[in-house]
């Protein structure tokens, strides 16, 4: 439990750190806000969980939703890039190709949460993630970029569910399915190859 504990410390140390050199540099940009809230609201109406009639307005994104759709363009946008550099590094054909449609994927991602963004006259804006370089050399294997694709493809379909969780607009929850829906097909197709190459670990039985 102490090891955890640390491990813990060790990590939120490290994300302040680096949060306040960013905010120092001035290359960490601000999140969409709203002003803080003076008094509480609640939902009278039905009309507020629409959203999927094409011809009906929808009403405005909450803060909830808003965060959810923002965090999934900022992750995907480290994921476009990092799966571009996977791409670059990969040795092996077939690995190269699937690391290519994970930055489409990712492209299609941020395609459609950033117009939900953007109905509302909200900037979606983001950080810089940085650039890559154009190298070619290896730093790792292809085994394990492709452990880590998966990983962060599983990732993904949670932060979907969880999206989809705090969000009341009927249309972003389907929007949010529909990505996760594609994030786990993507992870599988990882998968398959993982046991193709003969890279895919069998863990431990419990019998």
């Known amino acids: 439990m102490k090891l955890y504990q640390d491990l813990t410390k060790i990590t939120q140390e490290c994300y302040d750190s680096c949060t306040q050199y960013l905010l120092r540099k001035g290359i960490l940009s601000r999140p969409p806000y709203i002003p803080m809230p003076t008094t509480v609201e609640f939902v009278s109406d039905r009309k507020y969980l629409s959203g999927l009639n094409v011809f009906a307005d929808k009403r405005v994104l909450n803060t909830m939703e808003l965060a959810q759709i923002y965090h999934g363009v900022e992750t995907n946008i480290v994921g476009m890039k990092l799966m571009k550099a996977f791409s670059q590094t990969a040795t092996d054909t077939e690995v190269k190709k699937h690391f290519l449609k994970g930055k489409e994927l990712s492209k299609k991602i941020i395609t459609r949460l950033e117009e939900i963004i953007i109905q509302d006259d909200i900037s979606p804006s983001v950080a810089s993630t940085g650039s890559i370089t154009t190298s070619e050399t290896p730093a790792f294997s292809d ?6 694709d998966i990983l962060l493809s599983n990732f993904s379909i949670g932060s979907q569910a969880f999206g989809a969780a705090f969000s009341f607009r009927r249309d ?3 929007k949010m399915m529909l990505i996760g829906e594609d994030a786990f097909q993507y992870a599988s ?15 431990p039985s419990i019998d």
Not at 143 to 148: E, G, K, N, S
């Open 143 to 148: 085994r394990l970029m492709l452990t880590c």
């Open 189 to 203: 197709e990882a998968t398959e190859i993982m046991i193709k190459k003969g890279w895919l670990e069998v863990p």
């Open 172 to 174: 972003i929850v389907a």
